[in-house]
């Protein structure tokens, strides 16, 4: 096992800070106790998801794998980068003022700024680790989550967006392109928003086919959103119908986002995860098991090799099955590291996959970007 751990490692960046937002209990995500209910539900992100993603990297059979380092808070004006000021100076007001809830579900407590900070400084630093040469592969296990955070506001249980902060310090860092891949199960619209008129940026989401929620998540997520400017055709939207699965997820990626990358060359890849798309989470109504998520890590693998070198930085995003998202993680990572057997076997997964709408989605999907997408024209 040392021979083998000695070539395939991942350098996980955390901080137990993080576990200190708190984000209450009530009817899910809303915070109300409407006074007829006996048991109320903690919200859907809470500490106890990351508690066991923390601790099935420390003792689940990829331990060996993992190298743990220190994750440190965000400075202030690290966060300007992507941040609009103004908004930055709303939410250190906020949490000066005891907290408050900022959009629907998403609650800054006291505690919640400073594990904000730690996320997103943790996330920097994990990408600053790969930037200085240290390691290929790093994973950023942070919370609160941050793929909704638009550069002028809250979205989605997200405050700040740490993966935008990590693309925007990897092109200062003199990476030419980058390339997001979110397969969180709601649409990344945070970071798709924050680099919507650049060309530098390849911004890639499969989510389930939500549309808006909301004044906080204006974005459908839908395929005819494309960018803007020099960006339009650098945002690409995969809507997937509800109860997609592995079979599906795999299709989408190989039809859709392995073509994608390779026109577009990066040289940097950001995997944007979260285990919501799973088959048993409560936020999500995908069906991916252990099996599709580690196809997935297995594929964003092959693309690193052959255009960033190797080089994937991976930030945890949504997940809130307590114990099934642990698991799905623990997949994702061994694809990533490309293991040729599978460490941990399914406990749970058993929903059958019928992929044929998904499938012609896809196709239609492929069809449209293929006319409408320039650099994607003759794929």
Known sequence: MASA?????????????????????????????????????????????????????????????????????????????????????????????????????????????????????????????????????????????????QPKQADGYCFLNNAGLAVQLALDSGCKKVTVIDIDVHYGNGTAEGFYRTDKVLTVSLHMNHGSWGPSH??????????????????????????????GYGYAMKELVVPAVHKFEPDMIVLVVGQDSSAFDPNGRQCLTMDGYRDIGRIVHSLANKHSGGQILIVQEGGYHITYSAYCLHAMLEGVLDLPQPQLCDPIAYYPEDEAFAVELIEATRKYHKEAVPFLKGT
């Open 218 to 247: 204006p974005q459908n997520g839908s395929v005819g959103e494309l960018g803007e400017g020099e960006g339009y055709g650098y945002n690409l939207n995969i809507p997937l119908p509800n109860g997609t699965g592995d079979r």
């Open 5 to 149: 751990c000695s070539n395939k490692m991942i350098d996980v960046f955390w901080h137990e800070g993080m576990l200190n937002h708190e984000t209450g209990k009530g009817v899910f995500d809303s915070g109300i106790d409407p006074g007829f209910l006996d048991v109320l539900e903690k919200h859907p992100e809470n500490s106890d998801r990351i508690k066991n993603m923390v601790s099935i990297l420390q003792k689940g059979p990829i331990s060996p794998y993992i190298s743990w380092q220190h994750g440190r808070p965000a400075q202030v004006n690290e966060l300007l980068s992507f941040h609009a000021p103004e908004y930055i100076d709303e939410l250190i007001e906020a949490d000066k003022q005891g907290g408050k809830m900022i959009c629907a579900g998403t609650f800054l407590n006291p505690g919640s700024w400073d594990a904000a900070l730690l996320a997103a400084g943790t996330t920097l630093s994990a990408m600053k680790h790969i930037l200085d040469g240290h390691g290929k592969l790093a994973y950023a296990l942070v919370r609160p989550p941050g793929h909704h955070a």
